[in-house]
């Protein structure tokens, strides 16, 4: 049976860092936050997501025995739910207001899903007592499920940020590119990190990490696209007259 203990420490192990890296996205949209708790709730359904994704990744696992049918599998079940999850919690909500909230939810719920990831990785060292061991590969497996995450649902926050002034066929449009685009970023990793054995996995994460860096460019671009028209004509005519007075 498993140790309370044991199941704290993998927690922390698994989390921790996650929250780091997510401190470093919020501080991104630190002239726009997000409701804290808003943003709370969408890393606990990142999180809580992750066990309807092991029964169905399961159940993939035995209907498909060819190996790239079953990566591209996992990756769209593990991507349409993180997508699933933001779409019931944040993107419904009066909250969602301008396009980069699109990349901050999903990036969000993303990294939800990480750490638990990460903490049933540390499950089975730390329940050996292998601590050192775990830690160690721990640290690396959480670098590669945090930049994986958040570069494939990286790429669904953006699409859907730049359809954000669109119709809603245009969204919808930009929600199926976004979610081919982050499935297939997360076949592929899975598939060279199991096709090398976890050899070369550093330049498989230099790679991501050349992702995350364009999803950082995305970000910059989605904060400079609120436009004046989006705001009430009361606000912008009374910012009209402050200027017209200031002349």
């Given at each position: 049976m498993?140790?309370?203990?044991?199941?704290?420490?993998?927690?922390?192990?698994?989390?921790?860092p996650v929250l780091l890296w997510l401190w470093f996205w919020l501080?991104?949209?630190?002239h726009h936050p997000e409701p804290r708790g808003l943003i709370m709730l969408s890393f606990i359904a990142g999180m809580a997501v992750i066990a309807i994704a092991i029964p169905l990744e399961k159940l993939a696992y035995n209907a498909l025995p060819d190996r790239t049918h079953l990566l591209i599998a996992w990756a769209v079940i593990e991507e349409m739910l993180k997508f699933a999850a933001v779409l019931f919690v944040a993107i419904r909500s009066r909250f969602f207001d301008e396009p980069a909230d699109a990349l901050v939810y999903?990036?969000?719920?993303?990294?939800?899903?990480?750490?638990?990831?990460?903490?049933?990785?540390?499950l089975a060292p730390f329940a050996n007592g292998e601590f050192a061991t775990g830690v160690m590969?721990?640290?690396l497996r959480y670098v590669g499920a945090a930049l994986l995450h958040t570069a494939a649902s990286g790429a669904v926050g953006i699409a859907l940020g730049l359809a954000y002034y669109h119709s809603r066929a245009m969204k919808i449009f930009a929600s199926i590119i976004g979610l081919s685009v982050?499935?297939?970023?997360?076949?592929?990793?899975?598939?060279?990190?199991?096709?090398?054995s976890g050899a070369n996995m550093f330049i498989v994460f230099l790679h991501l990490w050349i992702i995350i860096v364009i999803v950082i460019f995305f970000f910059e671009r989605l904060k400079r696209m609120?436009?004046?028209?989006?705001?009430?004509?009361?606000?912008?005519?009374?910012?009209?007259?402050?200027?017209?007075?200031?002349?």
């Open positions: 498993l140790n309370p203990e044991t199941l704290l420490y993998a927690l922390l192990g698994g989390i921790l501080k991104e949209d630190a999903m990036i969000t719920a993303a990294l939800g899903f990480a750490a638990i990831e990460n903490t049933l990785f540390l590969t721990g640290n982050a499935i297939a970023l997360h076949a592929l990793f899975n598939f060279f990190i199991i096709k090398n609120m436009r004046v028209t989006y705001l009430p004509r009361t606000v912008v005519y009374a910012a009209t007259k402050k200027i017209e007075k200031s002349q």
